[in-house]
């Protein structure tokens, strides 16, 4: 079955301190991996995407996620955490043609210590 | 260039009623989906359009549907609600062929609220 866990739902750390939120996956195909961050009663903004190519993804915000195939894994990164950072954070993947169909894990909301 | 619009963004409903929402994608896209999000089920896929033509549609009940027009234009509708319903909606748009390596740009939503 196709499926995406993020095992962490609550990750609190300290301003300054770095940042690793876990997510592995399950999927059939070749899979296209993306993190999006979801700030109190807004939509979804995409933070960075692996479709190919080098593992490790740069994205905004100063985040980044390494692709790992073997653990089947697309851990989100950040070197050092802002106030701002605090939101929830989704793990997606689908495949080439998969329409739209993203699957996505149930979330880790991370919250920011000053 | 303006995001993904939807509208409204609060609704309250009882249960029985129907309901309609919309989705205007970002200028150019053509691929519209949308999504069911909850706190105990969490993002779930309900269906996507392209060209006025439903492509793809996640395991949801036959009173979730929706259309899209010729202007790329999405809604959709919830009949016969039902408490379980209450959820936020979200509606994303890509640039072409709507495939997981086109981006998807996601909307603010419309939060429903089922009474």
């Known amino acids: 079955a196709q499926s995406v866990t993020q095992p962490d739902i609550h990750i609190t750390v300290s301003e300054g301190a770095s940042l690793e939120l876990r997510c592995n996956y399950s999927?059939?195909?070749?899979?296209?991996l993306f993190w999006y961050v979801q700030s109190p009663g807004q939509g979804l903004q995409l933070l960075l995407k692996?479709?190919?190519?080098?593992?490790l993804v740069q994205g905004i915000k100063g985040f980044e996620a390494e692709f790992k195939r073997s653990q089947s894994s697309f851990n989100l990164r950040k070197p050092s955490v802002h106030w701002s950072d605090a939101a929830e954070y989704f793990c997606?993947?689908?495949?080439?043609?998969?329409?739209?169909?993203?699957?996505f894990g149930k979330g880790t909301k991370l919250s920011v210590k000053p | 260039k303006a995001g993904v619009t939807q509208t409204p963004r609060y609704l309250i409903k009882t249960r029985g009623q129907q309901v309609t929402l919309s989705c205007s994608p970002i200028?150019?896209?053509?691929?519209v989906s949308w999504y069911q999000q909850t706190p105990g089920q969490g993002l779930q896929f309900l269906f996507e359009?392209?060209?006025?033509?439903?492509?793809n549609k996640g395991n949801f009940p036959g009173r979730f549907s929706g259309r899209q027009f010729s202007n790329s234009r999405s809604e959709m509708n919830v009949s016969t609600l039902e408490l379980g319903d209450s959820a936020l909606y979200l509606c994303?748009?890509?640039?072409?062929?709507?495939?997981?390596?086109?981006?998807?740009?996601f909307g603010p939503g419309t939060r429903l609220l089922v009474l």
């Open positions: 999927y059939g195909a070749t899979p296209y």
């Open positions: 359009y392209f060209s006025e033509t439903q492509r």
């Open positions: 997606a993947v689908g495949g080439r043609g998969s329409q739209g169909n993203l699957i």
């Open positions: 692996y479709f190919s190519g080098d593992t």
């Open positions: 994303a748009s890509s640039f072409t062929l709507g495939g997981a390596e086109e981006t998807q740009y």
């Open positions: 200028s150019g896209h053509r691929s």
